[in-house]
């Protein structure tokens, strides 16, 4: 589990691609000293598992699934990308609960500067942008954002001089596709209302 704080932006300087996988190499040396080889990193908001690191990086796996349905099927050597370790036990809740199990991908769509941030507006597909709800959080390339406003097909937030610093989202630019994962309350409360029996119908013993 994340929080969707980034704590590095990453560098990938690898990608060995197959029919319907791929090997990706991520400079990141903040976030490899207590990397040991199934350790889990979010890139860009995606849950991958270290297969090999050393003192300035490390190595993962990315199946179909995640090609298919993230943006990381588009890396290429030079990329920066954003990175996060997995949260210990005992460790601090900055952003809000995030599985690294990306939903789908957005596309950036406006961009208005302000004095010393920026609004960004994204397109989402309806189907994910129902779960999005104005000042819930949502995760963007893997960091933990509040949403300033909703719309059928998309959603905007603002981002503060640290977040347009030290993420991928300062230079996003309009057209540019970026990871989403919605509140996994929402999907939850779903499923878990879409199960309920019809109104009317008995359950338990009948006396």
């Known amino acids: 589990m994340f929080t969707g704080i980034v704590e590095e932006l990453g560098t990938v300087t690898r990608v060995d ?3 319907d996988s791929a090997v990706v190499r991520i400079e990141g040396p903040g976030v490899v000293p207590d990397a040991v080889r ?9 849950c991958l598992t270290v297969t090999d690191h050393d003192t300035s990086g490390f190595t993962v796996d990315v199946m179909a699934e995640t090609l298919r ?3 990381l ?3 290429a050597p030079g990329d920066r ?3 996060e370790r997995a949260m ?3 460790g601090r809740f900055g952003g809000h609960v995030v599985q690294g199990h990306v939903d789908g991908t957005a596309v950036v769509t406006a961009r208005t500067a302000g004095e010393r941030w920026e609004d960004v507006a994204f397109g989402l597909d309806p189907g994910l942008a ?3 709800a104005e000042k819930g959080s949502v995760t963007v390339d893997g960091v933990s954002l509040t949403v300033t406003g909703v719309r059928d097909d998309g959603f905007s937030v603002s981002l503060i001089p640290t977040t347009l ?9 309009v057209g540019d596709l970026v990871n989403i994962e919605v509140d996994v309350l929402a999907k939850y409360v779903e499923r878990l209302l879409s199960a309920r029996e019809p109104a009317g119908t008995a359950t338990g013993v009948r006396s």
């Open 88 to 90: 210990p036990a005992d």
């Open 130 to 132: 129902r779960y999005v």
């Open 38 to 46: 199934g350790s889990s990193i979010a890139v860009n908001g995606v």
């Open 17 to 19: 691609r197959g029919h």
């Open 73 to 75: 099927g588009a890396l």
């Open 69 to 71: 349905r993230s943006s």
């Open 165 to 173: 610093e030290l993420t991928t989202l300062g230079r996003k630019q």
């Open 81 to 83: 990308v954003n990175l």
